[in-house]
Structures are given as C-alpha cells and as structure tokens.
C-alpha cells in the first residue's frame, strides 16, 4: 500500500511523469489482453493468414488511436497548433517538439503487443503454417511429401490445431511448429534489438546535432504552456462557484419584498461581513460579473491569447502616503 | 480498505472524475456479468438466432439506461430544456454538449460488452451454427444421406457439446472455431471502429470549434454548480426559517403561559442567530419550565401548527420605520418574505461609502 502511494506520488509530481505512467499503463494492458485473448485459429487455407495478421495488427492500432486519445498533451498541442496568433507569436519547434513526445508515447504499447506476440508464436503459426515443400523435405522426416497439393494445404493449414482429431501426438505437427515458431521468435528479437539500437544511437547523436539551449527553450515553453492551460481550467472552475454562489445569493435578495433605499454611509453603520470573506471572494471573481463578460473572456482567450508578459502584475505600484500636518510638515511618508 | 478509500477520495475530488468513476465501474460491472453469465443455447433451430442474438444486443440497451439513471445530469438537462426563457437567454450549444457527454459516458459499458461478447463468440455460434455451409466442413458422402431438416437440426446442436452426436458427419471443433474466428473479427473491427470514432471526435474536434467549445463547456459546469448552491442555500435558508419559525411558536406559547401564571417576559428572546451561542440553558427552555406547558406545546405543534410568516420583533411603543442613523442599527436582516400580511411595507435602508 506504502509503495503503490510512493509510486502514485511520483507520477503525478509533474505532467510529463503522468503522461509516463499512463503509457505505462497502457502497454501493461496491452499485454494483459494478449494473454487473456482466447486466440483461435481457424485452420481453413484460405482464412488463417488472414485472421492471424489481422489480429497482429487490428489491436495494435487500437491501441495507437487510445494512446493519443488519453494523453493530456494532445489537446494542448492541437490548440496550440490551430490558435490565431493574436498577442502571443507561435514557435513551431514547440508543437514539432510536443507532437514527437506524443508519437514515441503512444508507439509504446502497439510495439509491446507487436514484439508479445511474435515472441509467444501462436499467430505466426497460424498465419505461416503452410511452409513450402523443400523446406519441409530438408527438415521434416514424413511420408506426406506424396500427397497432392491440395491436400498437403489442407493439412498444413490444420498444423496450428493441436485438437484436430489427425495430429493428435504427431511428430510432425510439433515439428512443424516449432520450426514456425522459431523463426517467429527470432523475428521478434531482431526487431527489439533494432528498436534498442535506434533509441541508443538517438539518444546519443542527437546532441551532436542539436542546439541544447533551444532544446532547453522548447521544453520549457512546452511544459508552461501545458501548465497553463490546467491552471486556466482550474480558475474557470473556482470562477465558476463564486459566480454561481453570487448569483444565487443574489436571486434570493432579490426576492424580497421590501424596497431598499440608498443614503450616505454614516459613520456609526459598518457592515458586520467577516472582511476575509469578501475579499477572497471578490478576488476570485475578478471582477467578471456577467454573462456577457464571461464570453468575451472564453471567446479572447482562445482567439487572442495573452501576451507573455507578467511585469505589470509583478512590480504593482504601491500606493504610497505622506502625513502632513497643517503646517506643511511631513510627519509620516511611505515613500 | 485503505485503497477503496483512497480511490474513493480521488473520484470524488471532483464532478467530472465522479462520472467518469461511475461509467468505469459500469464498464466493470458489465465485464463482470457477462463472465459470470452462465451462457447456455438452446441448440434448438426456431431459438438459436433469437438467443443468440438477443444476448448480444439487449443487455447493452439495458446498460445504456441505467447510465442515464445513474447520470445526475440528466435531470440537470431536461430542467435546463424545459424552463421559460425568463430573463436568461437558452444556448442551445449548452444543451448540445451535455447531451453528448452524458451519451458518451453511457456507451462505454455497452461496448464493453458488446467487445467481450464478440470475443468471446459463443453467442455468434450459437446464433449463426444453423446458417454453416455444411459441405465445408462435413462428411459429403454421409450428408447426403439426411433429409433438410435433420441437417438443420444437427448444425443447430453444434453450439451443445454434450448433446452433439454425430461427429462423424460434421466436425465439430473446425465448425465452432471457424464461427468463433469471425466473431473475434467482428469483435475486433467493433473495437477499431469505436476507437477510431473516439479518436475523431476528441483528436480532431479542436480543428473545428474550440473557442465556442471552452465557452459551452464553462456555461455547462455553470448550470449544474448554480443548482448544486442553489439547494445548499435553500437547506441552509429552510434550517434558519424553521429554527425562528419554532422559536417564535414556544416563545408563543410561553408568552400565553407567563400570562396565565401572571409573569412577565424580561428577556428581549430576540430571534439574531448570533446570540443563540451566547444564551445560557436558562435562555433555551424558551420560557417553558413545567410539564402542562411541555404538554401543550406538542400538543399544539401538531393540532394548529404556526403560520409561515415570520414576524419581525418590536420592542414595545418603538417604531422601526424610521430612516436617520437611530434607525439604523436594524440593518438589512435575512428573514425573508412572507412577513404578516397586515404589516404596512417596511423601509430598509442599505448604506453605501462615497469611496
């Protein structure tokens, strides 16, 4: 239980660690459908090839499309993508970047089920059964080599069956297979190893061609950009209670019956709120009390995004005061 | 327990992850169900394709609507369909998105039994054994010994390994495994077909109405917190009512009963929330202090319960309608509406700073 909280703890700590995990999560799954999947050969000539290629490759592809779908990132790189410029100029590198991230994340799981399954063999056999006659003569020793074409098809297309009532305890049949197999297993070993020395060989000469302080810049800005859009999610929603409770509160006072009067604020009367209260809502409100503002503010957010540029928000100017006394003197300034 | 826990607290953190856990859990369910489902055929030809058949396609059906029961935002919808326009304009957009995620949401348990039960192919054997091109997999010679109908019947009992007698004549394990492979296709380009669709409306989508789609989006999670706070404020309105409403009843009472027992109301019981924490247990008997007037209050309460009308209290002989700051420290006081109907209109006074 501690572990598995570890663990959880340490893929949420950033986004790009969820994004990880879920991956992750998706390759195991990969896997656990595979030995979970009742593959059944249909043994017929014409049909095996094709249903056993099918099902090497159908899944994979679904598991492409899941991929993308979960990932976070491919909203955010869409958006980004299809924005008009507005105040905020587009990098390109930053969505090149994002989409390459997003491609090697969701190839994960199809290549797991792809390598599961021509290392386990089953659907090689059956898709590759029908293994020609000089092969067969140079390692099978059997006396079907008399028998028509035809029939020999019919046979070896039977070879992935082990219940049919003709193979039952053959030699040949686990000959056969194993001969299949063997070659299904080395395929699947070569492409791993193929797909290792790739990811080494980029891993180690990309450096070599890329500027490592631009690489630093995109990854930044891809990452602000992703943080920015869940921050902006979240203050919709915050946003969203305070204008609804506003708006309730509202509603109800609005009921009464009673006129209401407005006169100067004499000193003696002070509102009795707790200040804390409504400084903190009205903080989140931000000032957006209407419909109509707040699809205004929806509508430019997407149109004509922000430019990058806090100054104004970070260096406030305080206001500063000076007492003076009647005279002219200063008693107390802020400044 | 401390994991049912723990995921507990991370679907409830917010709406959102809340339906998404439900339709997770549906999805799970249904899994569940088909596995412990004890499929059997009937391996009769009039009901192999009805069974089978029907088990592929009413249980989905009956999946998709208990997501809409569950789904609390339908409801949500059809209140948002129905209202009068009133002063706040219908977005049809609005009523667009929430219809679909709460479509989406509900498909998800269906497919996933639709997938394990394509499969897992035993209801597309059973349904579709009768329709095998028998010459395929049968015995020539012997078939064409049979009459029509006892071919038929002998494909129908392909599904029922136990009742299956003539191995002879068909072969059995190449028919069903031949059925079972097109099932397992058939399950498998479902699956690619649902993902792919998926994969259009989420991946591609942004390319067509993204700013009008954060907005349907914002106005949509608007409408179900406004009913959520909505409901608390009215609980929390109905609590403080019935709180003063019971008050001002014993205090009633026990006004006729200090008359009756010739005692004087000294304390103002004023009906400010605030002041309830400070009062003593003296100030919560409400004047009720002996078993005939205990008596009477219950009695009463169910007999001639009080009118719903609040009234504001007045210290004797001092009138409330004044306006200058003497006036003043009355304040605008939440008792709502529905003040006895023969009091004149009374005047608050809301103060604001030229600030």
New interface residues.
């Given amino acids: 239980?501690e572990r598995?909280?570890l663990v959880l703890q340490y893929f949420q700590s950033n986004s790009e660690s969820i994004s990880n995990g879920i991956c992750i999560v998706l390759a195991l799954v990969s896997v656990k459908l595979y030995t979970s999947?009742?593959f059944?050969?249909?043994?017929?000539p014409q049909?095996n090839k094709l249903?056993a290629l099918?099902?090497m490759f159908?899944?994979p592809?679904?598991f492409f499309?899941?991929g993308?779908?979960v990932n976070r990132h491919?909203?955010v790189m869409?958006?980004e993508c299809?924005?008009p410029i507005g105040k905020r100029s587009k990098n390109p590198a930053i969505v090149k970047y994002m989409f390459t991230a997003m491609m090697q994340r969701a190839l994960l799981a199809p290549m797991v089920w792809i390598l599961v399954t021509l290392l386990d063999g089953k659907i090689f056999i059956c898709a590759f059964s029908r293994i020609s006659n000089s092969d067969l003569s140079s390692h099978v020793h059997c006396n079907i080599l008399s028998l028509s074409q035809k029939t020999t098809e019919l046979l070896m297309a039977k070879v992935p069956?082990k219940?049919?009532m003709i193979f039952r305890n053959s030699t040949f049949r686990k000959a056969v297979s194993r001969y299949v197999r063997c070659y299904s297993q080395a395929i699947g070993w070569s492409i791993l190893l193929l797909l290792i020395l790739l990811g080494a060989l980029g891993r180690l000469i990309k450096p070599c061609f890329d500027d490592h302080a631009t690489n630093l810049q995109t990854r930044y800005w891809s990452n602000y950009l992703d943080i920015e859009q869940k921050l902006f999610d979240e203050t919709?929603?915050l946003h969203?209670?305070d204008?609804?409770?506003k708006?309730?509160?509202q509603?109800?006072e609005g009921?009464?019956?009673?006129?209401?009067?407005?006169?100067?604020?004499?000193p003696?009367?002070r509102?009795?709120r707790e200040e804390d209260m409504v400084d903190q809502e009205e903080e989140r409100l931000h000032g957006i009390t209407k419909?109509e503002q707040?699809?205004q503010l929806?509508?430019t957010?997407?149109?004509c995004k922000p430019e990058l540029d806090i100054t104004k928000m970070a260096y406030r100017p305080r206001v500063c005061v000076t007492w003076e006394d009647h005279n002219g003197k200063t008693i107390y300034s802020d400044v | 327990m401390d994991k049912f826990r723990m995921m507990f607290q991370f679907l409830q953190s917010n709406q959102e992850s809340f339906m998404n856990g439900i339709c997770g859990i549906m999805a799970l369910a249904s899994a569940q169900l088909y596995s412990a489902f004890e499929f059997s055929c009937p391996c009769i030809p009039e009901y192999n394709y009805s069974y089978g058949i029907g088990l592929l396609v009413v249980p989905p059906i009956w999946f998709f609507l208990l997501g809409f029961v569950l789904n609390n935002n339908v409801s949500m919808l059809a209140e948002e369909w129905k209202r009068p326009t009133g002063k706040r304009v219908k977005d049809p957009t609005v009523l667009r998105y929430m219809f679909v995620s709460i479509t989406q949401r509900s498909l998800i348990a269906p497919m996933v039994w639709i997938s394990v039960t394509l499969m897992d192919g035993k209801s597309f054997l059973c349904a579709f054994s009768v329709d095998l091109d028998i010459h395929q997999f049968g015995n020539s010679t012997l078939i064409e010994g049979m009459s029509e109908v006892e071919i038929i019947t002998l494909l129908a009992k392909i599904p029922c390994k136990n009742i299956f007698d003539q191995p002879n004549v068909i072969s059995r394990e190449a028919a069903s495994r031949y059925i079972k492979c097109i099932s397992q296709a058939f399950g498998w380009f479902f699956l690619l077909l649902m993902t792919s669709a998926a994969f259009m409306i989420r991946a591609i989508r942004p390319c067509f109405t993204q700013a009008a789609f954060l907005k349907t989006k914002y106005w949509s999670h608007y409408i179900d917190i406004e009913r959520k706070l909505f409901d608390e404020t009215c609980k929390e309105h109905a609590k403080t009512f019935a709180k003063v409403c019971i008050q001002q009843y014993f205090e009633s009472v026990s006004g006729e009963m200090r008359s009756l027992h010739k005692n004087r109301s000294s304390e103002d019981d004023s009906d400010n929330d605030d002041d309830d924490k400070k009062k003593g247990d003296k100030d919560k008997l409400l004047g009720i202090h002996a078993q005939d007037d205990m008596n009477k209050v219950l009695w009463n309460w169910h007999t001639c319960k009080p009118p719903l009308a609040l009234r504001k209290e007045q210290p004797e002989g001092e009138s409330r309608e004044g306006l200058g700051p003497t006036g003043a420290d009355s304040g605008p006081n939440g008792l709502a509406n529905g003040h006895a109907h023969n009091d004149p209109k009374r005047e608050w006074a809301v103060y604001y700073s030229k600030v």
């Fill in positions: 239980m598995l909280k999947f009742d059944n050969c249909p043994c017929i049909y249903y099918g099902v159908v899944p592809l679904i499309f899941l993308i779908l491919t909203g869409m958006e299809l924005r069956c219940e049919d919709c929603v969203c209670r204008f609804a409770r708006c309730v509160v509603f109800f009921m009464r019956e009673d006129t209401v009067l407005r006169l100067p604020l004499s003696e009367v509102y009795n419909q707040m699809d929806l509508e957010w997407f149109k």
